[in-house]
């Protein structure tokens, strides 16, 4: 390397060790891992812009390899900017060459620095049927036909619809044709789906639940559409605001309204059916933990009552897990075509390989074992917290069905004002999240009524379902623990 400077051969060396295995691979395959070492050795820095790098001829005979393999590597290199070569001058790396990669970030949604969450709507993960899975995916790809894995139904595969036909019927009373079953990314993507279509034919707002989920909101937010506030009380969602409000489609949670705890009322319900069919309008409903109640059998979905006037949708994400992505969207006859060239346009379909394995675990009765196994676990971690809620906080009252994945926690007055609550509860490591955080007023984009205020008592939203009845135990006594002081200075100054 005697045409290189000193600082030259002294980078080079830096970068050596990259090289030599590729040296050494496979005569085929050489050139390509060649390639891709030099190139990783630009990127990470260990050959920073300006190096001046040995002549073809030097480094050929340093590597063993042939002269012609690494003047190929230069100029494909060059080509591609990481090299810069001047006939009879040499080979040096690019001004434009990156010193180092960028650190990739993970955008995913993490637990935050508390000691216990109390974040409501996760499902404990550590559940997820592992051995059965792999099972079911191994049997899959040894028997899949090579044409399935070309381009799917945009609607779904054949197959896992039909198995969710049958699926939801059984379990959840809907009325299912597999031919207006159409498998999304989970419900987010089945909202984006209806929303686009909804606004193409003309609808500016759509309603939401108030309080309700801030993602209802902000899908529908994004596809254009406004989201307005109706007022739930304890029958469900008012149809005489929906009324008032003009719009002629609603989005909703009757087996479980999120997060009141509630379900509607049967009059209710009818009431919802009736005022569709009288705007010609549309129910969305969400089921989105139906499957998941504890002290009798599950009301059915409000989709079976009048299918041509309810679009239902679903996921394995309280189920299986979230990071599947795998959910389905029910929807009335002529909203089917127009959906489903949406989700054509949209992604081209599911994956086939993951639709076909979530039939085959359908089929042979996985998913119902894994109902009842989070059913078990998620009926016990609620006992836990209603019972830890009854000591730490006496008078507290927990409204609700007994159901789902989270309670609502109504405490004493004396446990106020709330914003104190909640610093003290931060300050001692427990996350809590109040009731009023999910009123629709809070949801960028949406407009809502004014809400007369509740007082200085405390309403708080517990999701349990994630953590194990010692942690659900502990949380609670942290979380009591925290406002003990208050509650005690409280007492000593109305007793002054």
């Not at 395959?29 to 001046?52: I, K, N």
């Not at 939401?208 to 529908?220: I, K, M, Q, R, Y």
């Not at 599911?350 to 998913?367: I, M, T």
């Not at 119902?368 to 009854?390: F, G, K, N, W």
Request: hydrophobic content about 40%; overall charge positive; proline content about 6%.
């Amino acid at each position: 390397m005697t045409s290189q400077s000193a600082a030259d051969r002294a980078r080079w060396t830096a970068a050596w060790e990259l090289l030599l295995p590729a040296a050494a691979a496979p005569a085929r395959s050489r050139g390509r891992s060649l390639r891709s070492a030099l190139r990783e050795a630009v990127r990470s820095g260990r050959l920073t812009a300006g190096t001046r790098l040995p002549s073809s001829r030097e480094l050929a005979a340093d590597l063993g390899v042939s002269r012609g393999l690494v003047t190929e590597t230069y100029e494909q290199l060059t080509a591609e900017g990481y090299l810069r070569s001047d006939r009879g001058s040499g080979t040096w790396v690019g001004d434009a060459a990156r010193a180092a990669v960028p650190a990739v970030r993970d955008l995913a949604p993490r637990d935050g620095h508390a000691r216990v969450d109390f974040l409501p709507g996760v499902p404990d993960l550590s559940l997820f049927p592992r051995s059965a899975w792999a099972a079911a995916h191994r049997q899959v790809l040894a028997e899949l036909p090579h044409h399935m894995l070309g381009y799917p139904d945009p609607r779904g595969l054949p197959r896992l619809r039909t198995v969710l036909a049958d699926l939801l019927a059984r379990r959840r009373g809907v009325v299912a044709d597999p031919e207006r079953v159409i498998v999304c990314s989970g419900v987010a993507q089945a909202m984006t789906l209806l929303a686009l279509v909804l606004r193409a034919r003309g609808h500016t707002a759509i309603g939401v639940e108030d309080p309700g989920s801030p993602e209802h909101a902000t899908l529908l937010a994004a596809a254009g559409i406004t989201p307005v506030g109706i007022l739930v009380d304890d029958e469900g969602a008012d149809p005489g605001a929906l009324r008032d409000r003009g719009v002629r489609a609603v989005v909703t949670t009757p087996a479980h309204q999120f997060p009141s705890g509630i379900a509607y009322s049967a009059r209710r319900r009818a009431e919802l059916l009736d005022w569709a069919r009288s705007v010609g309008g549309l129910v969305v409903e969400d089921d989105y933990d139906g499957d998941f109640r504890y002290d009798r059998a599950p009301v059915g979905a409000l989709q079976g009552l009048d299918p041509e006037h309810v679009a239902y949708t679903g996921s394995v994400s309280k189920s299986l897990a979230p990071g599947l992505r795998l959910g389905w969207l029910l929807v009335p006859e002529d909203l089917a075509g127009e959906v489903v060239e949406r989700k054509r346009v949209m992604d081209l379909g599911n994956p086939a390989l993951d639709q076909e394995l979530l039939a085959r675990f359908v089929e042979r009765g996985g998913y119902d074992r894994q109902l009842r196994r989070c059913q078990r676990a998620y009926r016990e971690r609620r006992d836990a917290l209603v019972t830890a809620l009854d000591e730490g906080f006496p008078g507290v009252r927990v409204t609700g069905i007994a159901a789902g994945l989270h309670v609502i926690a109504r405490l004493p007055d004396r446990w106020g004002p709330q914003d104190v609550f909640l610093a003290r509860a931060s300050a001692a490591g427990v996350a809590v999240r109040p009731l009023s955080d999910y009123e629709a007023s809070r949801h960028p984009g949406t407009t809502a009524d004014r809400r007369v205020a509740e007082g200085d008592g405390v309403c708080l939203v517990l999701g349990y379902a994630h953590l194990p009845p010692a942690r659900i135990s502990d949380g609670v006594r942290l979380l009591a623990r925290s406002v003990q002081e208050l509650d005690h200075a409280r007492l000593q100054s109305t007793r002054r």
